[in-house]
């Protein structure tokens, strides 16, 4: 199999990447009081050190109140935790990576298993996390601001750190997703609406802010997904054409590049064709995209909370889609994070030496 697409460099704005492999965003939850360790430093420099493309951390909350529902979840912000953040990235970069912080907003959360609590209720456009499930406040216009306004503060200051550029987390149920779906934003004002593009209005208003504390040469992503945790099978953008509405005001706003996500990344996203997420994503904003989805392994993420394991599987129909065109660059997650070496193995054809993927994993940083 060759995987020769895999390993071109990649340049847009201020990342340059040395191929076309990212790692995915996943939550670690090893940062105490919200401050990223030295072991959390080590962890990412590792993946650097095993020559991944781009790096992105884990989801890292900004500055409101409520914006995560657990303590040990990084902050993007505070002096300690910039700190940390400035050791990452430091290390990273020492060791020839490349390098972004996913910028995250939890929204409205079930209560962590833990029982700790914000100091104030969790926020959210109506707050609803999903459908009949009321878990916090609903945010007011000086709410939404000053979320906008603290999106624009991480992303500035992920510059400043030497990042080399900055993800947004729009996906997954949180909170930009929160927004976008009708099941959880019931709003009546400009931040909510009957059709998708009318929910996208606070996506764009944060990534107009991001933009501008930026300025234009720093690349700008945005991770989004069509399912919700508790709605595997649904579709925010229900034909191409909803699709097209929904993605190119954030592409006009200032989003340089699409992480598309899904379960699977070889299920099409529409019938009639067999393009992902991604593929059309691509199609339809004309911008680069990033696809994802149990790359490399043959169980999905969400199976691993619930202890499965997974074995390596073959990338033949991931470089069938890569050698078409279909996306620019390819998110792995858990073979990643089970081994730092990933990369090189596939590159070199070292097959035999993958990782199966176990829970044990999740519960500490695989360094080795």
Known sequence: MNTNSLFQPFALKSLHIQNR??????TRSFSPNGV???DVAAYYRKRAEGEVGLILSEGTVIDRPSSSNDVNIPHFYGEQALAGWQNVINGVHAAGGSMGPQIWHMGVMDNHHSGWLPPVPFEGPSGLNRPGFNNGKTMTDADIADTIAA????????KRLGFDCVEIHGAHGYLIDQFFWEGSN????????????????????????????????????????????SAYDYKLAKTP???????????????????CSQRRFWEPEFEGAD????????????????????VGLSGDFF???????????????????????????VAVGRPI??????????????????????????GHLVME
């Open 241 to 259: 054409q909803e699709m097209e509405a929904w993605l190119n005001p954030l592409a006009d706003a200032g989003i340089d590049i699409f992480h």
């Open 21 to 26: 492999i990212v790692m995915a965003p996943m």
């Open 337 to 362: 994070l089970a081994d730092p070496f990933w990369v090189q193995k596939i590159r070199d054809g070292r097959n035999a030496e993958l990782r199966s993927f176990t829970k044990e994993a999740l």
């Open 151 to 158: 999106f624009g503060r991480a992303a500035a200051d992920a």
């Open 186 to 229: 019931e709003r009546t004002d400009q931040y909510g609406g009957k059709t998708l593009p009318e929910r996208t209005r606070f996506a764009v208003e944060v990534i107009k802010e991001v933009r501008k504390q930026v300025g234009e040469d720093f690349a700008l992503i945005i991770r989004l997904s069509q399912f919700k945790p």
């Open 275 to 294: 393009l992902n997420f991604a593929g059309w994503a691509k199609k339809l904003s004309g911008k680069a995209t990033i696809s994802v989805g149990s």
């Open 303 to 329: 199976g691993s909370f619930r202890g499965e394991s997974s074995e390596p599987s073959s990338l033949e129909e991931l470089m069938r889609r890569m050698d078409r065109g279909d996306f620019d660059l």
């Open 36 to 38: 990223p360790t030295p």
